[in-house]
Nanobody, 124 residues
Framework: QVQLVESGGGLVQAGGSLRLSCAASGLTFNRYTMGWFRQTPGNEREFVATISWSGGSRYYAGSVKGRFTISRENAKNTVYLEMNSLKPDDTAVYYC?????????????????WGQGTQVTVSS
């Protein structure tokens, strides 16, 4: 059974930083592109960042580029999202997801496994 478990969310002031983690089990982690998405009430899930099997390719949404960094440790079956210079607009539930393909993967529909989400709240 595949499980993705996010952690590291919380409340932070604008300008602050958080580091999200996502621990995966039940899948061959280094054969999945990993992604981070976020969602606010009443809105569709929004792409944030993605990282390829080896970590050699990364891609970010324009709204987070230069502030967020995605990384992975295949030996630990874990993907991370380092978030700096946080803004109130970054407030959302953040989800990690796994896609059974290599490279840059953006469409939400290409991801086959999802975590339960972790709340990030940025106060002004």
């Amino acid at each position: 059974q595949v499980q993705l478990v996010e952690s590291g969310g919380g409340l932070v002031q604008a300008g602050g930083s958080l580091r999200l983690s996502c621990a995966a089990s039940g899948l061959t982690f280094n054969r999945y592109t990993m992604g981070w998405f976020r969602q606010t009430p009443g809105n569709e899930r929004e792409f944030v960042a993605t990282i390829s099997w080896s970590g050699g390719s990364r891609y970010y949404a324009g709204s987070v580029k230069g502030r967020f960094t995605i990384s992975r440790e295949n030996a630990k079956n874990t993907v991370y999202l380092e978030m700096n210079s946080l803004k109130p607009d970054d407030t959302a539930v953040y989800y990690c997801a796994a896609a059974p393909k290599d490279g840059i993967v953006v469409p939400v529909t290409d991801y086959t496994h999802w975590g339960q989400g972790t709340q990030v709240t940025v106060s002004s």
